[in-house]
């Protein structure tokens, strides 16, 4: 099995018509990383950083955070690692955050580390050590955005944070990239204002189809109205990929639906050349985007633009 994978992690990494793309790998634990080797992933598109309080009820613990992401950079240079903040909240993490009648609706990602500045200083802390440590190849990703006033004031206390290390003697690396999770659905309606304030924008596919359907992602009885075959969603998909093209920023996606080959296809289609996943997931996504031509990507991309229902769209995929 471990032959077969090499064979397609010795491919490049563009489509039979020269078309490059990034794949990139989603993980969460430090037994992971051997996986980031063996499936070839060109670097951490996304590491969710909740979990490393999944056995702690507090969250100020800088050290501890410092040492998990320099072993994440240690193990997947030359490639970035995009962190992302705490997420907490929702159906992360019931043991620290707090009980709400709507969890998804509510105190969640961004909005809990705005109230809780001394947690999001300590993460800062961390991360900006970290990338200090391997200069350009960090980037800070943070969850749950839904209003620019959130997005300046990240950037804000990234800059105290920074300000403050190196009045301690710390390196630091000024250029960090910030970017945001685009899983609110306001914030791809609203792409091309978001993109003027961000580094880069990773649409997280997970959250964006429950909001956007009002579905939520972990009800049994409704998933069948969890289609990321949504034309809807594949409409905001292309609105984001425009607005980044437009002011000339990377777009990725880093939800689930970039490890279905016929998606990811589709992704390339609408231009979006970064995408993250589940790291056994790579190895079928990159065969699928070697073997196939961009044009057809791009005509499966308008026709799946063009339908109507998710029956309509999901033929257009089997065909594919
Ligand atoms: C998403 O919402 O698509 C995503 C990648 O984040 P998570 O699944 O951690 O909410
Ligand atoms: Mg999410």
């Not at 999001?120 to 050590?129: P, V």
């Not at 579905?215 to 409704?222: F, H, S």
């Not at 499966?300 to 998710?310: D, F, G, M």
Request: proline share 5%; with cysteine.
């Amino acid at each position: 099995k471990q032959a077969k994978i090499q064979q397609v992690c010795d491919k490049p990494n563009e489509t039979v018509d020269g078309a490059g793309f990034t794949l990139r790998a989603n993980i969460e634990f430090e037994n992971e990383l051997p996986s980031i080797e063996r499936f070839c992933a060109q670097g951490v598109g996304l590491l969710r950083t909740e979990s490393i309080y999944l056995h702690c009820d507090h969250f100020d613990d800088e050290q501890k955070q410092y040492t998990f992401y320099g072993s994440v950079l240690e193990h997947t240079a030359p490639h970035p690692v995009i962190i992302r903040l705490f997420d907490a909240g929702g159906d992360k993490l019931f043991n620290v955050a707090e009980q709400e009648q709507n969890p998804f609706l509510g105190w969640r990602g961004i909005r809990m580390l705005l109230d809780k500045k001394t947690v999001l200083k300590q993460q800062l802390r961390a991360i900006l050590k970290a990338a200090g440590r391997y200069p350009g190849r960090l980037r800070i990703l943070v969850p749950m955005i839904s209003s620019l006033d959130e997005v300046a004031a990240v950037r804000k206390a990234v800059a105290i944070v920074q300000g403050e290390l190196q009045k301690e003697g710390e390196e630091i690396d000024p250029n960090v990239p910030i970017g945001i999770m685009v899983e609110v659905p306001n914030v791809a309606i609203q792409a091309r204002a978001f993109a003027k304030q961000v580094d880069f924008l990773s649409i997280g596919t997970n959250d964006l189809t429950q909001y956007l359907l009002a579905v939520d992602r972990g009800n049994e009885r409704i998933s069948g109205l969890y289609s990321q075959r949504h034309p809807a969603l594949w409409q905001l998909i292309k609105q984001v990929a425009d607005a980044g093209k437009e002011h000339s920023i990377p777009v990725s996606v880093c939800g689930e639906l970039a490890s279905d080959p016929a998606a990811a296809c589709c992704l390339l289609g609408m231009g979006i050349t970064e995408l993250s996943m589940t790291p056994s997931a790579l190895p079928a996504v990159k065969q699928a985007l070697c073997t196939r031509g961009i044009s057809d990507m791009q005509a499966l991309a308008s026709k799946v633009l063009e339908s109507t229902t998710v029956a309509e769209s999901e033929e257009i995929f089997t065909n594919f």
